[in-house]
Every structure is written in C-alpha cells, then in structure tokens.
C-alpha cells in the first residue's frame, strides 16, 4: 500500500455559514483547472475536506501546484482505508515503514463520534500496533522524528505523515473582481497577489508611452501578468496608450503638479475600464509614504476622481516586506530588469510631496482630456493570460 490520495485541509473556509458550499465549489473548481493536465485524477470536495484520487500518477508536481492555490490551508498525502480497525492498523503500519527515523508519534482524531475506539485509546492501539512489528522505532509524544496522524472522518479514515502549508486564504474568484494598476515595478505584482488571496479575480491595465516606453517594458509587464496566473488563473491585461495624455499634462501644468494630475487621469481611465468590464473595485501598489504620489496628502488628491473602492493591500508594508514576497512569488527578477514604465520617464524633478485638492483643481480646469481619454480607451489593446497547465479537462466530482 502507498500513498493513494491528497488530503486537503480548508482554513477560513471552514468557517463560513450558509454559503460554505459556494466558497467549496470555487476552489474545486481552482483545483480542478491547477491539475487539469492529469486526466487521471478524481477530486472530490465534502463540507470538512477535499481529497484528490491519485490513480497512480506521479504526486509531487501535484503537490508543488497545490502550494500555490488559495483556499488550501493544508494538505497531506494521504493513505485512505475504511472505519475498521485492523484495516487502520494496516495502514498505519505501512506509513511509518515509508518514513526514515528513529521516534514516532500517533495523533489520531475522531471526528466520526460513531467510531467505536476514543482517540486516545486509539493512539494507544496503534503505538503499540508499530511497536510490535517493527524494529529500532521507539515512541516520542514531545519531539518525534515522524508524526502519523489518523483522522478517523464519517466517509473514511486517512492516514497521514506530513502537512504541507497551503497559500491559505480565499479561492480566487470567490468575492468578485478588481483591476489591478500593474506597473513595471515591485510592488504592484505583489499587491495583485495578495488581493488574490483574498478570493479576487483580476484583470489589470497598464499604462504605456511609446516611443518613450520601449517594446521591452511592455514585455517586462506581460511577463509579470503571465506568472500572476499561477496564482488566480487567466487575467487579462488591458495596455492603454498614455503618450498624448502624458505630453499634455507636462505641456499645460506646474511640473511640481504633473505627477498627481498623472495619477488622477489614470484613475479616470481605470474607472471608465472597470465599469466596462463590471470590475468593482480598483487595486493599487501604493504603500504610504514610499514615493510622492503615496503620501496622505497625495492619496487624498488623487482619490478625489473616483468614488470606486481603491484596494492597497501594501500601504502599511515596507519595502523590505515587499521585496522578500515578490522574491517568493518570482516576479522580483522580472520587476528589476532595467526598462523604464511611463511613470518613471516623467518623473518631475521635485514632485509635490503633498498637494492640496484646490490647487490640483486650480492646474487641471483649464486642461480637456476628454478627446485624449476617448481616445486612449478606443486604442486600448488587451491580451489575454492563461496558466501553462490551465485548460478545461473534466477532473471532479460533484461536491457533496
């Protein structure tokens, strides 16, 4: 007998009320599109638990798939046997056999209360089960090599040796969707992904100025979406042309007020999109007090131009937090290749660290960007992202 299954554990799914079964069904079917490329695989879902059939394909790229899909707190591989006790004791025997180790421990659960044995004595049985029919292992309750555990559930009892972290969280797509301002640059990745995490669904938009931006920064940013999918799935990446708009605002304003004028017309335009595609929210890298734009004052005159909820996720992380979650999530290395975004080609010489909603309102009335914007939107190109294992095979089970 050999590891046969997946174990899944949920986390703050678990908690839900009445609308469980809808969170349940979004990350199976997150599951289901992460290891589509198995044909063999069975996945079912129950209120407590998910478990993948294995049907002897090879476990350890499912396992490294799983790290990364939200929704999962845990996950084990796993021996399924049925509520019998010498059938557990059988399994059990074999999963300690495929440990390497000195000490042990067994912690079995029972939340099949219709199970005859109490845990306890069950963890008794099966120490003494192991002890009889093996060699050199010996019991440790405090600091055991391996640790089995035995949970003794109302379908089947699972035996399990390891739990493996999952990305916790929410299934992506579970709480709606937001468009992500993704610029060539650290931070706005890692915002994405941890909207992600909580069960958003992205699309995102970036804004370009050729030929001021060259092909390369374009590239730089696509890559970014196309590694974001590993985590959420398809996003579409929405690329709106910024030169026209860009070249206005330095011509007709103070250069001191450029950037925050800047920042509120793509807000317009990131509004005019998400309204397009029924986005209700808009998701941002800001982190407070990093650069001009992201200081109290800033935020407060740029926030002025939408009534659109702004998700920023970063704007109580430093940069050192920042930078150690993109290097976890591998957007770091594509961040830092040295290819300018259209917001770092304008940058004024001094920025205004805070500026006042009257005098943005002052500079920008006497300048019409609705040609420009018009304009903008209607030559908006969007390209669509899929994860390299994405595709539709039928893998699952109904749930319940």
Aim: aromatic share 8%.
């Amino acid at each position: 007998m050999i590891y046969d299954h997946v174990l899944i554990r949920y986390g703050e799914l678990a908690l839900k009320g009445k609308n469980q079964k809808f969170f349940i069904n979004k990350l199976r079917s997150n599951v289901q599109k992460a290891l589509s490329d198995f044909p063999n695989l069975s996945i079912k879902g129950k209120r407590d638990h998910m478990y993948i059939l294995l049907n002897g394909q090879d476990y350890e790229e499912i396992i490294e798939r799983c790290k990364d899909i939200f929704g999962i707190q845990s996950f084990s591989l796993a021996i399924k046997v049925e509520n019998d006790e010498e059938k557990i004791k059988e399994a059990v025997l074999e999963a300690i056999l495929l440990e390497e180790g000195k000490t042990f421990k067994i912690t079995a659960k029972r939340p099949n209360k219709n199970f005859p044995i109490p845990s306890q004595q069950m963890n008794q049985v099966l120490g003494g089960h192991i002890l009889r029919n093996t060699e050199g292992w010996t019991v440790n309750v405090h600091n055991p090599d391996v640790e089995i555990r035995v949970e003794i559930r109302h379908d089947a009892t699972y035996i399990t040796s390891k739990k493996i972290p999952g990305k916790g969280g929410l299934p992506v797509g579970s709480t709606g969707k937001s468009l992500l301002l993704l610029s060539g640059g650290i931070d706005s990745p890692v915002a994405g992904y941890l909207t992600m995490k909580r069960g958003v669904q992205l699309e995102a938009i970036h804004f370009h100025s050729p030929p001021f931006t060259s092909d390369r920064a374009r590239q730089k940013v696509e890559d970014l979406a196309q590694t974001l999918t590993k985590f959420g799935g398809e996003i579409k990446l929405h690329l709106i042309p910024f030169t026209d708009i860009q070249q206005k605002i330095f011509q007709n304003a103070p250069e001191n007020y450029g950037m925050t004028i800047m920042r509120r017309v793509m807000l317009r335009i990131s509004e005019q999109v998400a309204r397009q595609r029924e986005i209700l929210s808009i998701t941002t890298g800001e982190s407070l007090g990093q650069v001009a734009s992201q200081t109290m004052e800033s935020m407060h005159a740029i926030n002025e131009v939408t009534n659109y909820p702004i998700i920023r996720p970063l704007v109580a992380m430093d940069k050192v937090d920042i930078i150690n979650i993109s290097k976890q999530i591998n957007t770091y290395d594509i961040s830092i290749r040295p290819y300018e975004d259209c917001c770092t080609i304008f940058v004024p010489k001094a920025p205004k660290t805070r500026p006042r909603r009257e005098k943005v309102n002052q500079f920008e009335a006497p300048i019409d960007f609705t040609d420009e914007i018009e304009k903008a939107i209607n030559d908006m190109e969007t390209v669509t992202f899929k994860s390299s294992k994405q595709n539709q095979g039928d893998i699952y089970d109904e749930l319940f």
